[in-house]
T-cell receptor
Framework: DTAVSQTPKYLVTQMGNDKSIKCEQN?????MYWYKQDSKKFLKIMFS???????INETVPNRFSPKSPDKAHLNLHINSLELGDSAVYFC????????????FGSGTQLSVL | GENVEQHPSTLSVQEGDSAVIKCTYS??????FPWYKQELGKGPQLIID?????GEKKDQRIAVTLNKTAKHFSLHITETQPEDSAVYFC????????????FGGGTRLMVKP
């Protein structure tokens, strides 16, 4: 009964590969996000979707492409992985009127070798 | 845009002592200030938040204070317990940015039994 679940939890891959991370929330929220946490624990928003529509797209390389098939799912596809992409990626969701209150998944630790 | 700075980056206290974590923000339009706790291997979890029309808020052993004039806010944890050990993040968002949270760099709190 996990509220925000993302898979896989760990992802180890070679440079140049393409990989996807999946996220699902069962909270009935309208808004979903992807955050990146670097090795120094710094958390930065990457994307935000509201009812399957992109509303925030921070300065992220276009190798990163989010896809929201429905409002309960927000997947992240990464092309041509680079060493600097190694980080923990968190999915989160929230719901109006309290859109600021984020519910985070447990993270996907991506290691690019 | 908003810039949030958090201090200290690490904090070690003895069980039963108090812990204080401080944050400053740059955008005077910010009006929502949450605190998140991230335990090892998990995603951040909202523990308390405050809005700019309130100077202080308390929830059991945790409290948050806000000084809008000085643009800083603090998290206070009293009677610390080993299970309080985690990384704590402050964040801020302007009302007109909706769900665009800017996080501080995090504080690793260690409570020694």
């Amino acid at each position: 009964d996990t509220a925000v679940s993302q898979t896989p939890k760990y992802l180890v891959t070679q440079m140049g590969n393409d990989k996807s991370i999946k996220c699902e929330q069962n909270l009935g929220h309208d808004t979903m996000y992807w955050y990146k946490q670097d090795s120094k624990k710094f958390l930065k928003i990457m994307f935000s979707y509201n009812n399957k529509e992109l509303i925030i797209n921070e300065t992220v390389p276009n190798r990163f492409s989010p896809k929201s098939p429905d409002k309960a799912h927000l997947n992240l596809h990464i092309n041509s992985l680079e060493l600097g992409d190694s980080a923990v990626y968190f999915c989160a969701s929230s719901q109006a009127p309290a859109v600021e209150k984020l519910f985070f998944g447990s993270g996907t630790q991506l290691s690019v070798l | 845009g908003e810039n949030v700075e958090q201090h200290p980056s690490t904090l070690s206290v003895q069980e039963g002592d108090s812990a204080v974590i401080k944050c400053t923000y740059s955008d005077s339009a910010s009006n929502y200030f949450p605190w998140y706790k991230q335990e090892l291997g998990k995603g951040p979890q909202l523990i308390i938040d405050i809005r700019s029309n309130v100077g202080e808020k308390k929830d059991q052993r945790i409290a948050v204070t806000l000084n809008k004039t000085a643009k800083h806010f603090s998290l206070h944890i009293t009677e610390t317990q080993p299970e309080d050990s985690a990384v704590y993040f402050c964040a801020a968002t302007p009302n007109n940015a909706g769900n665009m949270l800017t996080f501080g760099g995090g504080t690793r709190l260690m409570v020694k039994p």
